[in-house]
C-alpha cells in the first residue's frame, strides 16, 4: 500500500509547487493584456507616421509632377502657414474648429443611425433566413444607387436642412459595409458553442446572444473601422445638399468665392481626423478583444 500511495503523496506536492496561483494567473494575464495594447499602440503609431509620410510624398508628387498652378493647389507648407504662422492664423483655426464640430456632429449622427440599423439587421438575418432573404436586396439596392442620385430624393423626403435627413443619408454611407461585416461575424460563430448551447436547452435567441454576439466582435470593430470615414463622407455630402453649415457647404463656398486656402486646410483637416478615428478605434479594438481574451494579431 505505501507503494502505492506514494507516488500520489510527491504527485500533490509537486503539482502545490508548480501551479502558479490564482493571483499569479490573473497578473499574467493582465500583463499579457497589456503588451498586447502595448504592440497595438506602437503599431497604430507607426501606421500612423507611415501613412503620413505617404501623403505628404504624393501630395508634394502630383502637385509637382503635373505642374498645378500655386494659386489653385497647396502644398504642406502653404496649408501649415495659413493654420499657424501667418497673421490671423488663429481666427483661421477657429474658424476651421467651428465648421470640423458641425461636421463631427453631423457625421456621429450618420455613424449612430447606419452601426445601429446594421447591427439590428444582422441579429435579425441571423435568427431569420427569411428575413436576410426578403431584406438583403433592399440593402444592396441601397448600395447600388449612386448617393449624389439618392441624396436629393432623400432631401425632398424628409426635408433640407433637417438632421433626419443628415442622419438618413450618413446612415445609408454606413449601413451597407457594416451590415456586411456583421453577417459574415455572426455566421462565423463556433459550432460546437451553438451545440452546447442547444444541448443545454437554449434557443436560437440565447445562442445568438451568448455565442455568436460575443464571437463577432472583431467583425463589430471592423465595421467600425470602416464606418467611420464613411460617416465622415456622408455628412459632409449632407452639408453640401441639404444643411448648408459644416466643412461640406463650407468647401463649396470656398471654391466660389476662391479661398482655395481655406479649402485645403478644410481637406487636411478632415482627412487627419478620419484617419486619427480610425487608428483610435484600432487601439480600442485590441483593448476590448484582449480583455475578453481573443487574439489581436493581425498577422495570421
Do not use: C
Amino acid at each position: 500500500m505505501s507503494a502505492v500511495q506514494r507516488p500520489a503523496t510527491v504527485t500533490v506536492a509537486d503539482t502545490a509547487s508548480v501551479d502558479p496561483s490564482a493571483a499569479d494567473v490573473g497578473r499574467q494575464i493582465r500583463r499579457a493584456a497589456l503588451r498586447s495594447l502595448g504592440r497595438a499602440v506602437g503599431r497604430s503609431v507607426l501606421v500612423a507616421v507611415a501613412t503620413f509620410a505617404i501623403v505628404l510624398v504624393l501630395w508634394v508628387g502630383v502637385l509637382t509632377v503635373f505642374g498645378v498652378s500655386p494659386f489653385i493647389a497647396k502644398g504642406p507648407l502653404d496649408v501649415w502657414a495659413f493654420l499657424v504662422t501667418v497673421d490671423g492664423a488663429e481666427e483661421n483655426r477657429a474658424a476651421l474648429a467651428g465648421k470640423l464640430a458641425v461636421t463631427l456632429r453631423h457625421a456621429f449622427t450618420g455613424f449612430v443611425v447606419g452601426l445601429a440599423i446594421a447591427i439590428l439587421a444582422a441579429v435579425l438575418f441571423r435568427l431569420s433566413r427569411g428575413a436576410e432573404s426578403a431584406l438583403m436586396p433592399v440593402a444592396m439596392l441601397l448600395r447600388s444607387v449612386p448617393l449624389i442620385a439618392l441624396a436629393p430624393v432623400i432631401i425632398l423626403i424628409f426635408g433640407a436642412g433637417s438632421e433626419l435627413s443628415v442622419a438618413v443619408i450618413g446612415g445609408i454611407v454606413v449601413l451597407f459595409p457594416a451590415l456586411v461585416t456583421m453577417v459574415f461575424g455572426l455566421k462565423s460563430a463556433s459550432p460546437q458553442m451553438l451545440d452546447v448551447v442547444a444541448v443545454y436547452g437554449g434557443n436560437t435567441l440565447t445562442a445568438v446572444r451568448k455565442v455568436a454576439l460575443p464571437g463577432a466582435l472583431p467583425s463589430l470593430f471592423a465595421a467600425i473601422r470602416v464606418s467611420v470615414p464613411g460617416a465622415i463622407t456622408g455628412a459632409l455630402l449632407a452639408e453640401m445638399l441639404s444643411t448648408g453649415d459644416g466643412v461640406g457647404f463650407s468647401a463649396l463656398q470656398n471654391v466660389a468665392q476662391v479661398k482655395f486656402n481655406d479649402l485645403w486646410a478644410s481637406v487636411v483637416a478632415v482627412t487627419a481626423i478620419s484617419l486619427a478615428l480610425y487608428l483610435v478605434v484600432q487601439v480600442v479594438e485590441t483593448a476590448v478583444l484582449a480583455r475578453m481574451g481573443m487574439t489581436t494579431d493581425r498577422r495570421n
